[in-house]
């Protein structure tokens, strides 16, 4: 491609772009399509001449753009989100065009040197204790395998890297863990059956007298208890699993305490948020995504550990080629977690961090907190409705209860979940909480306004009357 033509093209896919984000709440917020729709409409061979960027972009609005489920959309009320946000999209613009793979500080300073700052930084933002080290892995399922990996090394005194696993270790994370914990639980090599499920109290946070007590009988039985998952907003729920008293048996049974704050995380940047890292002294290893609700694009997680050489006898590795005269002095991430490769991740961070800045951060936290709480008060004014968790951040859970039977209710609410995401303008998604189909709206999107939560809100209402009536 000539010089002139990359540009010519780049300015059209940024106006593609700006244009795109600017009406991306007049598409269906879920693709419409079935499943083999795409694939039919793309040739199963590779094309033996290269072909134009105009043909290939003429596809991509044709055929790739109606397959997609648009999360950037104001209507996105599902999962957790995933946003960007235009500083982040043009750093990545940025990372594409230096093609740099910074595996070790060597190659790429600046990609190291930054990703220790703003590390630094968001470790500040969000309150945690100075003692720890920052690291951008790829997602919180990486990192959270990345904490077992280690918690199982200085469990066994590094020697199950060299030899194997010994002694049955044990893992223990609420049962409202996210299934990360099991994925990693299962590729560390404990064994699924290391892994403990711990009770949750009515609020869906884990219960600590139960903790100790299962501790204490694995203990009894000539199991080696090695490492604590506890949740700072849960998946399904939001939940708060408290930190101080987990910490405290951690401490008492030298376990290792990782904290999975995947998506609640972030709202520690909120002074009146900060109560849910109480405890945070005993914890040796925590995650959040700025992947979800911090604005930076898909995919940026970062991983802080209190004690990096534990985490670096795990995973580093020597060979001659890729030794420089520097390592002493600098990081080589390549040691801090499982690929060699890695991408430039801090720049698109630091472009969010320094656009945003802490305050503009806090405000769109805030806002999506407060719009997130005035939907739960809706609910709590119309009798229909049950909310069926504490709304610690932007989560809320309910459901239809007109009293019928618990098996009547799952049926109703699946249909009317149905309905409500039917409508195409917003999408919702639902989770199980003790046996009760429950529908999760989450205010997360940076397009939502007030105007988009009233909309949903309608929808919502509208739904409710025709499956009741
Ligand atoms: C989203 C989420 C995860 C998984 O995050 P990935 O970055 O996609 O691996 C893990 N734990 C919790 C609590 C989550 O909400």
């Given at each position: 491609m000539?010089?002139e033509?990359?540009k010519?093209?780049g300015y059209?896919?940024?106006?593609?772009?700006v244009d795109y984000l600017?009406?991306?709440?007049?598409?269906p917020v879920?693709?419409?399509?079935?499943p083999?729709?795409i694939?039919n409409k793309i040739?199963?061979?590779?094309?033996?001449?290269?072909e134009?960027i105009?043909?290939?972009?003429?596809d991509?609005e044709?055929?790739?753009?109606?397959?997609?489920t648009?999360?950037?959309?104001p209507?996105?009320?599902?999962?957790f989100p995933?946003n960007?946000?235009?500083p982040?999209?043009?750093a990545?613009?940025?990372?594409?065009?230096?093609g740099?793979q910074?595996?070790?500080?060597?190659?790429?300073?600046?990609?190291?040197e930054l990703e220790?700052v703003?590390?630094?930084w968001?470790?500040q933002m969000l309150?945690l204790?100075?003692g720890?080290?920052?690291?951008?892995q790829?997602?919180a399922?990486?990192?959270?395998l990345?904490?077992?990996?280690?918690?199982?090394?200085k469990a066994t005194?590094?020697?199950?890297?060299?030899?194997?696993i010994?002694?049955?270790?044990c893992v223990?994370a609420?049962?409202?863990?996210?299934?990360?914990v099991e994925?990693?639980?299962?590729i560390?090599?404990?064994?699924r059956e290391?892994?403990r499920?711990?009770?949750?109290d009515?609020n869906?946070?884990l219960?600590?007298?139960?903790?100790?007590?299962a501790?204490?009988q694995?203990k009894?039985?000539?199991?080696q208890?090695?490492?604590?998952?506890a949740?700072?907003g849960?998946?399904?729920s939001?939940?708060?699993d408290?930190?101080?008293?987990?910490?405290?048996i951690?401490?008492?049974h030298g376990?290792w305490l990782h904290?999975?704050a995947a998506y609640?995380g972030?709202?520690a940047?909120l002074?009146?948020k900060?109560?849910i890292?109480e405890?945070?002294?005993?914890?040796?290893s925590?995650?959040?995504?700025p992947?979800k609700?911090?604005?930076t694009?898909?995919?940026?997680?970062?991983?802080?550990i209190?004690d990096?050489?534990?985490?670096?006898?795990?995973?580093?590795?020597?060979p001659?080629?890729?030794k420089?005269?520097v390592?002493a002095v600098v990081?080589n991430?390549r040691d801090?977690?499982i690929q060699l490769?890695?991408?430039f991740r801090a720049?698109k961070l630091?472009?969010?961090?320094r656009?945003y800045g802490v305050s503009?951060?806090?405000a769109?936290?805030?806002?999506?907190?407060?719009?997130?709480q005035?939907?739960?008060e809706w609910?709590?004014?119309?009798?229909r409705?049950e909310?069926?968790a504490p709304v610690h951040f932007?989560?809320?859970?309910f459901r239809?209860?007109?009293?019928?039977?618990?098996?009547?209710?799952?049926?109703?609410?699946?249909s009317?979940?149905?309905?409500?995401?039917k409508?195409g303008r917003i999408?919702?998604?639902?989770t199980?909480?003790?046996?009760?189909?429950t529908?999760?709206l989450?205010?997360?999107s940076?397009?939502?306004?007030?105007?988009?939560?009233?909309e949903a809100w309608?929808i919502?209402?509208?739904?409710?009357d025709?499956?009741t009536k």
């Open positions: 000539n010089q033509e990359f010519r093209f059209l896919f940024v106006d593609w772009v600017s009406r991306v709440g007049d598409y879920c693709s419409p399509l079935q083999g729709e694939k040739p199963h061979s590779p094309p033996e001449e290269g134009s105009t043909e290939i972009f003429h991509f044709k055929i790739i753009l109606p397959g997609m648009h999360w950037q959309h209507g996105w009320f599902a999962y995933a960007n946000s235009p982040s999209i043009l990545e613009l940025l990372t594409a065009g230096l740099a910074c595996m070790i500080w060597k190659t790429s300073p600046a990609a190291t220790e703003v590390c630094g968001l470790r309150g204790p100075s720890l080290a920052g690291v951008i790829d997602t399922s990486t990192s959270t990345v904490a077992l990996l280690t918690a199982r090394e005194d590094y020697q199950a890297n060299l030899k194997g010994k002694l049955p270790l223990y609420s049962q409202e863990a996210h299934s990360s994925k990693g639980v299962k560390a090599g404990y064994g290391a892994l499920y711990i009770p949750a009515e869906y946070a219960i600590p007298e139960a903790l100790e007590e501790i204490n694995d009894a039985e000539g199991y208890p090695a490492c604590v998952v949740t700072l849960t998946t399904s939001g939940a708060v408290p930190l101080a008293p987990i910490g405290r951690c401490q008492k376990l904290v999975d609640a972030t709202a940047i002074p009146e900060r109560w890292l405890g945070m002294e005993h914890v040796d925590f995650v959040f995504n992947h609700w911090m604005l694009n898909f995919d940026c997680s970062v991983y802080f209190k990096k050489e534990a985490l670096i006898r795990t995973f580093e590795i020597h001659e080629y890729l420089t005269g390592d990081n991430y801090w977690g490769g890695r991408r720049l630091w472009f969010v961090l656009y503009g951060l806090q769109i936290i805030r806002k999506h907190i407060r719009l997130a005035m939907f739960k609910l709590e004014d119309d009798e409705f909310i069926l932007s989560l809320v859970c239809l209860n007109d009293g019928r039977s618990e098996a009547e209710l799952n049926e109703l609410n699946r009317f979940h149905q309905k409500i995401n409508s999408f919702l998604t639902h199980s909480l003790r046996g009760k189909y529908i999760r989450v205010v997360g940076r397009t939502t306004e007030e105007e988009h939560v009233r309608a919502i209402r509208q739904a409710a025709e499956v």
